[in-house]
Each structure stands twice: as structure tokens, then as C-alpha cells.
T-cell receptor
Framework: EAGVAQSPRYKIIEKRQSVAFWCNPISGHATLYWYQQILGQGPKLLIQFQNNGVVDDSQLPKDRFSAERLKGVDSTLKIQPAKLEDSAVYLC????????????FGQGTRLTVV | GENVEQHPSTLSVQEGDSAVIKCTYSDSASNYFPWYKQELGKRPQLIIDIRSNVGEKKDQRIAVTLNKTAKHFSLHITETQPEDSAVYFCAASDTNNNAGNMLTFGGGTRLMVKP
């Protein structure tokens, strides 16, 4: 089966600029996650969607980060304005809505803020 | 919320030796504990998982043990090979809390297997 697709793979922006990441989950997966992985650390959940509704966004810095999942399929994560500390890999993952379901990760987008 | 601690942060072993990575979690409601392997520049991939109603699970050279009372779980890799070199992440989730799995990850262990 096709995996989770993310784009772009790499992005370099200056601080205070805006950036958007795109994710296409595995077909049929109801749940979609965005994780932030800072170099040398484990992934940190930013937001979880169930279809097109938000399940949890308690760790999303809402003053600068936003995410949407229109029509319950693709999702975009936006940062506006970016800060130096936002430099990280942004991983999208998807899974079914069953218990104990595996989260399938995309390749990620490596963001560098200079 | 959940907090997952992972040790050691780096582990170097000789090929053929065993490797053990340990994690502790804080939320007693957590009931699902997956382990992910992430090779350099690649996506995290699930290698094994365990549910809270099981104390041990084995899949060929890898095994995971869970101690619910102490709130810790461990990954064991036997007969290590150079291709086992990667960063390993443990994670915990309370699957009763919401649909799907909202995973809290540990900080990762960089395993290096020397030929």
C-alpha cells in the first residue's frame, strides 16, 4: 500500500517568514497526526485529527501554528511567523481509529529557520 | 499528561551481543507501548508493541517486557547485527482516552553495533 506522503522534504526560511507543510495520509486512515521532532529528541505530538475534527491540539503553539484537515483526507500545517526554535523535522503520521493501531509515519519535512 | 523517560541515550555494543533499552512512564492509564526504529534520515517505523494485558512479547531477535506495577518497559535485542544500528524510540498511549493512538515518545536511544 502507498505510504504517508509529505511535501516538501526540505525547507529553509528566514525567521518571521511563513511556511506550510502538506500531508497525504494512507487511504482510509481516519486519524492523522502532526509531530515535531527536534534534532536529538523524540517526536512530540502537535495535533491529532479524527477525520476532519481536532481530537487534541493541547501542545500546538496556537499563536503561530495552525493546522487543518479539510474533507478528512489531506492536511496542512502552517507556521506564521517562524522562529529559530521551530527548526525541526515535521512528521505526519496516520492510522485507523481502532485501539492499539499502528501509526504510520511519512518521511517528514526538515525545516531550517535562519 | 504522560511523560516517558528513556535510557540510555546512546548504547554501543559488539556485533552478536545483546542490547537492552529501558523506558519508564508516568500515566498509569497508559495501556499501549510501541517501539519505533528510525534509521538516519528516514521515517520512524514500528518494530514491536505490547499491550498492558501482556507481560512479554517476542518477535525473532527482539522482545519487549512490561512491568505495569513499576511503570516501566524494556526492549531487548539479541544477537545484534550492524543493520540494527539506528535510533530507537519507546512510546506510550492511553487508547481508552481517544480514538486512535496519541503517542508520547521517549527521547530516543542511539544504538551502534560494531562489527
Amino acid at each position: 500500500e502507498a505510504g504517508v506522503a509529505q511535501s516538501p522534504r526540505y525547507k529553509i526560511i528566514e525567521k518571521r517568514q511563513s511556511v506550510a507543510f502538506w500531508c497525504n495520509p494512507i487511504s482510509g486512515h481516519a486519524t492523522l497526526y502532526w509531530y515535531q521532532q527536534i534534532l536529538g529528541q523524540g517526536p512530540k505530538l502537535l495535533i491529532q485529527f479524527q477525520n476532519n475534527g481536532v481530537v487534541d491540539d493541547s501542545q500546538l503553539p496556537k499563536d503561530r501554528f495552525s493546522a487543518e484537515r479539510l474533507k478528512g483526507v489531506d492536511s496542512t500545517l502552517k507556521i506564521q511567523p517562524a522562529k529559530l526554535e521551530d527548526s525541526a523535522v515535521y512528521l505526519c503520521a496516520s492510522g485507523t481509529d481502532r485501539m492499539y493501531t499502528e501509526a504510520f509515519f511519512g518521511q517528514g519535512t526538515r525545516l531550517t529557520v535562519v | 499528561g504522560e511523560n516517558v523517560e528513556q535510557h540510555p541515550s546512546t548504547l554501543s555494543v559488539q556485533e552478536g551481543d545483546s542490547a537492552v533499552i529501558k523506558c519508564t512512564y508516568s500515566d498509569s492509564a497508559s495501556n499501549y507501548f510501541p517501539w519505533y526504529k528510525q534509521e538516519l534520515g528516514k521515517r520512524p517505523q514500528l518494530i514491536i508493541d505490547i499491550r498492558s494485558n501482556v507481560g512479554e512479547k517476542k518477535d525473532q531477535r527482539i522482545a519487549v517486557t512490561l512491568n505495569k506495577t513499576a511503570k516501566h518497559f524494556s526492549l531487548h535485542i539479541t544477537e545484534t547485527q550492524p543493520e540494527d544500528s539506528a535510533v530507537y524510540f519507546c512510546a506510550a498511549s492511553d487508547t481508552n482516552n481517544n480514538a486512535g493512538n496519541m503517542l508520547t515518545f521517549g527521547g530516543g536511544t542511539r544504538l551502534m553495533v560494531k562489527p
